[in-house]
């Protein structure tokens, strides 16, 4: 059995930065893709970004490239997000996701893909 347990949301003021942890358990993690998704209230959950494991292929909502970088540590199996540069409409609790596969960049944006998820961590930027 997965299990991803996200740490690392808080309140931050706009322009701020924060780093979520996504930490993986239950099985080694090298043919996964890894993915970050969002979901503001009333909203619903959004692609942020997703990696694959191996080879290290990324992608990036439009709305945080530039911004946000996802990144693991193999040896840690755990997946970061870094934020920068956060602004309010970032507001939303974060999730992260994995699923086993070789995915496209297209593939990895879609949440109805991704078989585990975490329990989320909120994040609130204040303006």
């Known amino acids: 059995q997965v299990q991803l347990v996200e740490s690392g949301g808080g309140l931050v003021q706009a322009g701020g930065s924060l780093r979520l942890s996504c930490a993986a358990s239950?099985?080694?993690?090298?043919?996964?893709?890894m993915g970050w998704f969002r979901q503001a209230p009333g909203k619903e959950r959004e692609f942020v970004a997703a990696?694959?494991?191996?080879?290290?292929?990324?992608n990036y909502a439009d709305s945080v490239k530039g911004r946000f970088t996802i990144s693991g540590d193999n040896d840690r199996n755990t997946v970061y997000l870094q934020m920068n540069s956060l602004k309010p409409e970032d507001t939303a609790v974060y999730y992260c996701?994995?699923?086993?596969?070789?995915?496209?960049?297209?593939?990895?944006?879609?949440?109805?893909?991704?078989?585990?998820w975490g329990q989320g961590t909120q994040v609130t930027v204040s303006s």
């Open positions: 996701a994995a699923v086993i596969g070789i995915f496209t960049r297209s593939t990895m944006t879609d949440k109805d893909k991704y078989r585990y």
């Open positions: 239950g099985r080694a993690f090298g043919s996964y893709n």
């Open positions: 990696m694959r494991w191996s080879g290290g292929m990324t």
